[in-house]
């Protein structure tokens, strides 16, 4: 079951609702900061009961010929919410990643380290870097800059047109 997400605005296009705009930020940017530009995306959607998609699959590929790959249902609960990072000698595992509180290292399939971020909510760390750029007198992020949100929200048009064809 979807849970408390399935309701409320979140099905309602109109109001920003639907699984990609609700997701597509933390997507497109842990892909970028881990594999590159992303040059090209195809993906697919379903639509229930709402003009909104319920779910999406997507696929990005990057500079250097890495792809990476993303699910999201308020259809259905997964059983890891997780990122999974695979690289060639090595493999990352972050659970609910959006929380950003644990972090996996596997090397050859054994457990080589442990991170541990604890934090109480959800957003802590994006909110205390949207303060310190207050603080600081900056008018936009120096991680995620204007240009890279216009651009992902571009990708979400792109998707749109195609799902909505």
Same mark, same amino acid.
Not at 64 to 71: D, P, V
Not at 107 to 114: H, I, K, P
Not at 116 to 129: T, V
């Given at each position: %079951?979807?849970? &408390?997400?399935? @309701?409320?605005?979140?099905? =309602?296009? #109109?109001?920003? !609702? *639907? %699984?990609?705009? &609700?997701?597509? @930020?933390?997507?497109?940017? =842990?892909? #970028?900061?881990? !594999? *590159? ?129």
């Amino acid at each position: %079951a979807g849970g &408390g997400y399935a @309701a409320g605005w979140n099905r =309602m296009r #109109e109001c920003g !609702g *639907g %699984a990609l705009y &609700g997701n597509e @930020a933390y997507f497109f940017s =842990m892909a #970028e900061m881990y !594999g *590159g530009k992303i040059l090209d995306l195809n993906g697919s959607a379903t639509y229930g009961d709402s003009d909104a998609e319920n779910q999406f699959a997507l696929t990005v590929t990057m500079e250097n010929n890495i792809l990476a790959t993303c699910a999201v249902s308020r259809k259905v609960q997964f059983d890891n919410n997780g990122m999974e990072i695979w690289m060639d000698k090595a493999h990352v595992s972050v659970p609910d990643y959006w929380k950003a509180r644990e972090a996996y290292i596997y090397q050859n399939g054994e457990l080589v380290e442990t991170l541990s971020y604890p934090c109480n909510y959800e957003l802590m760390y994006e909110l205390q870097h949207f303060n310190e750029c207050i603080e600081m007198g900056l008018t936009e992020s120096p991680v995620i800059p204007v240009s890279a949100s216009i651009r992902h929200a571009e990708f979400c048009r792109k998707l749109y047109d195609e799902w909505e064809k």
